[in-house]
């Protein structure tokens, strides 16, 4: 069962224009999301994350989008450049006891082109 | 400071080896985890370690089994080797509270033949 869903494995936009990338959820226990980039061979790079108790939070040319009640999150990238192309991926973690809370549950991930 | 690090950077087995992966966390933080990806499955949790106890433990088999040091650095271990356990692995450090952002290491590709 897949907690954390990422729709759309790519993404084409133009250089300038804006990169919005989804991501849903079913595990209403997860309180603290995160977008990570991601290039082949290497490890993710954090970007921004949110707290369940805000609803936006925002870093330079990227802002992240909370929606509890809908279980969804976007990230917004403006204006994206060809240095963003990459595999963004979604992850979050649980409050909770037992040790669900140490971990990342990441959804499949959504290669982001940037063309020039 | 220093990043996570994780060695070595490639490595190739047989099947049925073993292989042991290390992992420098960066200073100060606590926790290490540890993820395998793969193109079927993603990113899937291994475990997590904090001060030398494993705090939380993903499905997979008894085969993969991890431990951490007293200076936070932690290594897993890969028993019987088969051709599915090849993937890249990485290993994560935080300081080991939630809500928390692990940072992850430039990961371990291990290909077995």
């Known amino acids: 069962d897949q907690q954390v869903k990422q729709n759309s494995p790519s993404l084409s936009v133009q250089e300038g224009r804006i990169s919005i990338l989804n991501c849903d959820y079913t595990n209403s226990m997860f309180d603290y999301f995160l977008w990570y980039k991601k290039y082949p061979a290497e490890g993710p790079t954090f970007l921004i994350s949110?707290?369940?108790?805000?609803d936006k939070n925002e870093d330079g040319r990227f802002t992240v989008f909370l929606n509890k009640s809908a279980k969804h999150l976007s990230l917004h990238i403006v204006p994206s450049q060809p240095g963003d192309s990459a595999v963004y991926f979604c992850a979050a973690s649980a409050r909770g006891s037992g040790g669900s809370n140490y971990k990342l549950t990441f959804g499949k991930g959504t290669l982001l082109t940037v063309n020039p | 400071k220093a990043g996570v690090t994780q060695t070595p950077r490639y490595l190739i087995k047989t099947r049925g080896q073993q292989v042991t992966l290390s992992c420098s966390p960066i200073s100060g933080h606590r926790s290490v985890s540890w993820y395998q990806q793969t193109p079927g499955q993603g990113l899937q949790f291994l475990f997590e370690y904090f001060s030398e106890t494993q705090r939380n433990k993903g499905n997979f088999p008894g085969r993969f089994s991890g431990r951490q040091f007293s200076n936070s650095r932690s290594e897993m271990n890969v028993s019987t080797l088969e051709l599915g356990d090849s993937a890249l692995y990485l290993c994560a450090s935080s300081p080991g509270q939630h809500p928390e952002t692990q940072y992850f290491g430039p990961g371990t590709r291990l290909l077995v033949l």
């Open positions: 949110i707290s369940s108790i805000k």
